[in-house]
Structure formats: structure tokens, C-alpha cells
């Protein structure tokens, strides 16, 4: 059971450059999100989405993009990469519970933009 | 969401008893108490949950007082596997869409030294 699944690990852009990061989740799972963390910080929410064909913005979407055809991808565009968008990226899943608050995470992408 | 507070940082030594304190004052009656556990270049992983009174799992035990405005993490004879970030995070499991959108503060970076 591979859980949730990020793509690449480790990423260098240049200013200007787009790029996708990937997401993949074999749990079934309907829900589904980014956060990016900045050094010392705590995670902060992009997006979300809860279910194929639905997603929302969360604290900080700015620069971002996401999509959800499918229950298992939840992939996170750049459009225009930025020095400020410098930071590791995690993804996560959620199953559909109104009793707990337990999220299963990637691995995460350090993105890196020169 | 409720806000939080817990300490900065925390050091302890192998075979102790480490009790983390987190300070919630204005939580809401729906608002579960989850801990949130996160090795650096990993994501977080979800430790325990509780509404009141207290919780046990495998991997720690959660202590709620009668009024809910604090908890405590408790982690059993730590080792140095456990030097980690410690996030203790207060919300609504339906509002939060059972963890899909989670507010992470700065945690507490706990150090375990032999």
C-alpha cells in the first residue's frame, strides 16, 4: 500500500518556468489537498478539492492551480514559477469521516525557483 | 478555528517521560484536539485525537481537563526516533472536512538527546 504518492522529490526552476507537481493516492479517498511549508512555519492550505471535478482555494492560491479528474490525482500547477513559491509542497488525503481530523501525507516536493 | 499555543521548543533525554502543553482557550464545542507528528524532509503523520477526558494509542496518550481549553501530549520513555515537530491542532471534524483542510501553527520542535 503506497499511501500517497509526490512527484518529483527534489525541483529546480528558473523564474518564468511552469511546471506540475503530481499526486497520486491509492486509498480511496475522496478528499484530497496541497500545503506548501515555509522554513520554521507550520503547513499552509493552497488547495483542496472533495471529489473528481470539485476543488477550492485555501489560505494561499496565488500562483497556483489544481485539478481533480479522477479520485486518485490531484495534480498542483505552477503556471509562472517565482523565487516567493520556493518552498516544500505536501500533499494529502483525507477519507470522508465528521469524526476525525486525520489527513495521510506525501512525502513532499522541494521546489526550488532561481 | 481556535488558535493555538504551545512552546517553541522542548529537550529531553532518552528514557523520559515528555509532556507537550497546548493552549487553546477559545475552543468551540465541536472542536476535536488532534496532534500531528513530522520528521524533517518527511510530512506530518497523524499521532492522536480527543474531545475530552483522556485518550491512549500505541504512541502517546492525549490529557484533556475538564474545561478543554488546554491538552497534553504525553509521549511515553521517548528515544531519539521521537526528535520530531509536534503540531497540536484544534477544529471542527466537519469544518475541517475531516482533516482536508487542516491550520497547522509552528509546532514544538522536541529534541531528544542519549
Known amino acids: 500500500n503506497a499511501g500517497v504518492t509526490q512527484t518529483p522529490k527534489f525541483q529546480v526552476l528558473k523564474t518564468g518556468q511552469s511546471m506540475t507537481l503530481q499526486c497520486a493516492q491509492d486509498?480511496?479517498?475522496?478528499?484530497m489537498s496541497w500545503y506548501r511549508q515555509d522554513p520554521g512555519m507550520g503547513l499552509r492550505l493552497i488547495h483542496y478539492?472533495?471529489?473528481?471535478?470539485?476543488?477550492d482555494q485555501g489560505e494561499v492560491p496565488n500562483g497556483y492551480n489544481v485539478s481533480r479528474s479522477t479520485t486518485e490525482d490531484f495534480p498542483l500547477r505552477l503556471l509562472s514559477a517565482a523565487p516567493s513559491q520556493t518552498s516544500v509542497y505536501f500533499c494529502?488525503?483525507?477519507?470522508?469521516?465528521?469524526?476525525?481530523?486525520?489527513?495521510?501525507f506525501g512525502q513532499g516536493t522541494r521546489l526550488t525557483v532561481v | 478555528l481556535a488558535k493555538t499555543t504551545q512552546p517553541i521548543s522542548m529537550d529531553s533525554y532518552e528514557g523520559q517521560e515528555v509532556n507537550i502543553t497546548c493552549s487553546h482557550n477559545?475552543?468551540?464545542?465541536?472542536?476535536?484536539i488532534t496532534w500531528y507528528q513530522q520528521f524533517p524532509s518527511q510530512g506530518p503523520r497523524f499521532i492522536i485525537q480527543g474531545y475530552k477526558t483522556k485518550v491512549t494509542n500505541e504512541v502517546a496518550s492525549l490529557f484533556i481537563p475538564a474545561d478543554r481549553k488546554s491538552s497534553t501530549l504525553s509521549l511515553p520513555r521517548v528515544s531519539l526516533s521521537d526528535t520530531a515537530v509536534y503540531y497540536c491542532?484544534?477544529?471542527?471534524?466537519?469544518?475541517?472536512?475531516?482533516?482536508?483542510?487542516?491550520?497547522f501553527g509552528t509546532g514544538t520542535q522536541l529534541k531528544v538527546e542519549l
Open positions: 486509498m480511496n479517498h475522496e478528499y
Open positions: 477559545n475552543i468551540a464545542t465541536n472542536d476535536y
Open positions: 494529502a488525503s483525507t477519507p470522508i469521516k465528521s469524526y476525525n481530523t486525520e489527513a495521510f
Open positions: 491542532l484544534v477544529g471542527d471534524p466537519i469544518l475541517t472536512g475531516g482533516g482536508n483542510k487542516l491550520t
Open positions: 478539492s472533495v471529489g473528481a471535478g470539485i476543488t
